[in-house]
């Protein structure tokens, strides 16, 4: 078997933009579910709203496309209704850390056992680029026409304090840092989150100097500051610009997790 | 094997050109019939997953096929198989 037994291909090619990241995000999540050896039947997905959580939609197996900001919700009941179900969540960043956010925070204190691939885009994609909780500071979009003057949720860092098991960070740009991460989270009991930057060149690229899908690669690719190095950089006390991302693995432990078969 | 670009599938976003080691995908210049530009090949013959996926049994870097968003890139088996001169410059 392969990634692409995955895809329901007679639903492709999907409905994402020209360059739009989130079909590369599936392609990880897909290699890395198959890498597990998992059966179709014993697997769900299940998303939100927004563009990134249109993604079950081309999967062949049982899915749940719920309400805005809910899929957390939906995702704890499908796993306690019957634990034996393997679950991966796809979510974006205003579905997850807006009016989801509650549900996110909780779903990492009681440690639910799956695996939630968020895919960052920086800005509401679906409604036509409205600011999200992770547009950058002095980034344009329609709600935010003089530029972002809040400060931005880091979401992997909130997962680490709400208490999930494992927490990783990677780009559309680093597929094979990203399957590997995705992989370990499927493999964590308890829940895995996984923050995935992508681009989007339509609603955030367009109004940010970034319209060709190459300079959103390389903002991407120029913006994410390795673990290892932002640690370095903090002991010999140098100055991290406030304008980069870490990428790399946040956690990785094991607390008490809920939904896992005995 | 062989590389190729499902054209019903590539929506032309060119992220292929930006993360092969061989620069293989190159920006294309003619659209097709759907209105998109494809990518074009330059010598595919060259690349690690062509010359030896048979030979290691598994996918060999597919960097390309990982971070296409559309899908749209693969490998077909050649029949019968077509042996290539390869040069590859370092
Ligand atoms: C209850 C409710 N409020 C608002 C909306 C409108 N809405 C649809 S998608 C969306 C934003 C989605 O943004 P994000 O989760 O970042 O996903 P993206 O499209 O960027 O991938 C909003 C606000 C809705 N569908 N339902
Ligand atoms: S609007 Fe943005 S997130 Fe939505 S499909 Fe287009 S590029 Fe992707
Ligand atoms: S990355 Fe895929 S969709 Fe984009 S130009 Fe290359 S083959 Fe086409």
Not at chain 1, 99 to 110: D, K, L, S
Not at chain 1, 134 to 148: E, F, I, Q, R, W
Request: charged fraction near 20%.
């Amino acid at each position: 078997m392969s990634a692409d037994d995955w895809f329901r291909t007679d639903r492709l090619p999907h409905i994402y933009c020209t360059g739009c990241g989130n079909g590369t995000i599936i392609n990880c999540t897909l290699e890395a579910v198959d890498a597990m050896g998992w059966n179709k039947n014993d697997t769900v997905f299940i998303s939100g709203i927004g563009c990134s959580s249109r993604a079950p939609g081309y999967i062949v197996t049982d899915s749940l496309h719920t309400t805005h900001g809910r899929a957390l919700a939906f995702a704890t009941g499908v796993k306690l209704a019957n634990p034996r179900l393997h679950i991966v969540v796809f979510t974006g960043d205003g579905d997850l850390a807006a009016i989801g956010g509650n549900h996110f925070i909780h779903a990492c204190r009681r440690n639910v056992d799956m695996t939630v691939v968020c895919m960052n885009n920086m800005i509401y994609g679906m409604t036509g680029g409205q600011g999200s909780p992770c547009t950058p500071v002095g980034a344009l979009s329609t709600t935010t026409p003089y530029g972002m003057g809040e400060p931005v949720f880091d979401l992997a860092e909130l997962a680490v304090t709400a208490g999930a098991n494992y927490v990783a960070r990677w780009t559309s740009y680093h597929v094979t840092e990203l399957t590997r991460a995705i992989q370990t989270g499927l493999e964590t009991p308890g829940f895995s989150f996984i923050e995935a930057m992508v681009q989007c060149p339509t609603a955030y690229g367009r109004r940010n100097k970034l319209r060709q899908v190459s300079d959103m690669i390389t903002y991407l690719k120029t913006h994410a500051l390795l673990m290892q190095k932002k640690k370095r950089m903090e002991e010999e006390g140098e100055p991290i610009p406030p304008e980069m991302f870490a990428v790399g693995e946040f956690t990785r432990r094991s607390r008490p997790a809920l939904g896992v078969p005995k | 094997m062989k590389l190729v670009i499902d054209e019903r599938r590539c929506k032309g976003c060119n992220i292929c050109t930006m993360v092969c080691p061989y620069r293989i995908f190159r920006e294309g210049d003619r659209l097709n019939d759907r209105g998109v530009v494809v990518p074009r090949l330059d010598r595919p013959e060259r690349c690690t997953n062509c010359r030896l996926q048979g030979l290691y049994g598994r996918r060999l870097c597919g960097v390309c096929q990982m971070i296409c968003p559309d899908q749209a890139i693969r490998w077909e088996e050649e029949k019968p198989y077509e042996p290539h001169r390869v040069v590859i410059e370092f």
